[in-house]
Every structure is written in C-alpha cells, then in structure tokens.
C-alpha cells in the first residue's frame, strides 16, 4: 500500500489476479504470491513465473491502468497456463499472450539437479 493509503499497481494486480485464480483450472498446481521486491523499480508492474526444474520467466512494464488491469491479469494466468504445460517452462515468443510477448526482461536457466 502506498503511503496514501492508494494499492499500488502491483498491489491491483495481485488482487485481480487472486480474484481469477479462484476459477482457475490450474489454482490448485500454482500459488500466487506477493514480493516486497524484484529490483526492477524503473520498470514498473513485473511477475515472475518460478517452478523446480523450469527455466524462470521475469516479466515487466506489465500494464494495468484501469483500462488493461482485467486484460493483463488474464494474459498473466494465460502465459502461465502455457508455462505449466511445458516441461522444462520454455515458451516461445509467438506462443506468449501478446500483451507478454516483448515484456521478457529475463529468462533465467533451470539450475541442474544435483543427485
């Protein structure tokens, strides 16, 4: 919250975000969670999609003015759905919802498994 008691943008989303969850398909194989931060100050609005063994996704200048708010937390759970689906988390550029396509900050390499 900010300090003049107004949510904050990721704060909007969050909450658009586990409002969708509830009727979700996947709610029960992902949780969504809030972070105090992600480092990306300057870039506004960011999710992250993070699972064992699958490339982790940063995703920023995500847009959610009251115009985009609905549009983005479904392209979000949409692009998460895809992830999901993936076994090792890769998704192509073209198969991204659009409004996530060029909005890829980071792709970050699954670690190895260590027997």
């Keep these: 919250m900010r300090t ?12 658009q975000l586990q409002h969708l969850h509830q009727d979700w398909d996947l709610r029960e194989d992902y949780t969504i969670q ?24 940063l995703f920023i200048n995500l847009p ?11 392209a979000v759970l949409e692009c998460a759905s895809l992830y999901h689906s993936k076994s090792d988390g890769m998704m ?12 890829v900050l980071a792709r970050i390499p699954s670690m190895p498994r260590l027997n």
């Design 4 to 15: 003049d008691g107004i949510a904050s943008e990721g704060e909007q989303l969050l909450h």
């Design 34 to 57: 809030s972070v105090t931060c992600m480092g990306v100050c300057d870039r506004s609005c960011a999710v992250a999609f993070v699972s064992p063994g699958k490339h982790t996704y």
């Design 64 to 74: 959610v003015t009251k115009e985009y708010l609905d549009s983005t937390a479904i």
């Design 92 to 103: 192509a550029y073209r198969d991204r919802p659009e409004l996530l396509r060029s909005r």
